[in-house]
Structure formats: structure tokens, C-alpha cells
């Protein structure tokens, strides 16, 4: 892709209209409703997580089109999980305390972006923290 093509994709396309996550997982329109429905989920808890048990169950659902979405199980692990994952979205293995269980379990975490209240001037960087933005937006956001 030039960099013409990618500036005229970038002012036309989603991030303007919030939608981050076309812009993480592109054209894959099953990977976007899977995601909305990962987040939605994490979303109902006040720590935006879920254990890895909670986790796997849902993956298992996802696969089985119980949410009205068919993503096989290992996509959901390697195309949706590990992405949020390495991009920094998503942290594993962090510890949430659980007031109903009365213990501490490690279970995948959405991150909120630590970004300031401007945008930077212009560039990649002005980019960069328009998505994080924009996910940040995604996450706050009423379920």
C-alpha cells in the first residue's frame, strides 16, 4: 500500500467514525463481531475481565454460534486474543480480586490507553493516539 493510498484510507475510513476495531482486525466481519461480543462481555464486570476458565467457555459458545456469531475457537485464541494481546489492549495474567469467590484469580484484562487529553500536532503519532483513543472510547463506553 503507498502512502498516498493508506492517508486517503486513513481520513475515509473508520477511525474518524470510532469504529477501532474495523481498523485492528480490517475487512473480517466475523473477527469484528466476535470482538464486540468479547468486549461486551469483559465490559459487564467493573474490572473488564474475564478468567481464563470464563474465557475459554465463551470461546467455546463462539464456536458452537451460540451468540449468533460462528468463530471457531482456535481463531478466537489466535487471531482475536493474540492481537489485542500484542497490540497492548488486553493484558493476561493479571490479578483482580473477586469479592464473591473471596480470592485473587488471573484472568484476561482490557486495557485502557494511557494517552493525554490533547492530540499530539500531526504524524504517526497523532495516529497512533487516535486509536487509542478511539479504544478507550470503545471500552468507557455503557455496555
Not at 22 to 27: A, H, K, N, P, T
Amino acid at each position: 500500500m503507498s502512502t498516498k493510498s493508506l492517508k486517503l484510507w486513513w481520513s475515509t475510513e473508520s477511525i474518524g467514525r470510532g469504529n477501532v476495531l474495523g481498523f485492528l482486525f480490517g475487512e473480517r466481519d466475523e473477527t469484528i463481531r466476535a470482538a464486540k461480543l468479547t468486549i461486551d462481555k469483559m465490559k459487564q464486570v467493573s474490572t473488564l475481565s474475564m478468567t481464563k476458565r470464563e474465557l475459554r467457555f465463551f470461546a467455546k459458545d463462539l464456536e458452537s454460534g451460540k451468540f449468533g456469531v460462528k468463530y471457531s475457537y482456535h481463531n478466537f485464541y489466535t487471531k482475536l486474543i493474540r492481537k489485542l494481546l500484542d497490540m497492548g489492549f488486553m493484558e493476561k495474567d493479571v490479578a483482580v480480586w473477586d469479592p464473591k469467590r473471596q480470592k485473587t484469580p488471573r484472568v484476561y484484562q482490557l486495557k485502557l490507553q494511557p494517552i493525554s487529553e490533547r492530540p499530539p500536532q500531526s504524524g504517526f503519532v497523532k495516529q497512533a493516539w487516535q486509536v487509542a483513543k478511539a479504544w478507550n472510547d470503545l471500552i468507557q463506553s455503557p455496555a
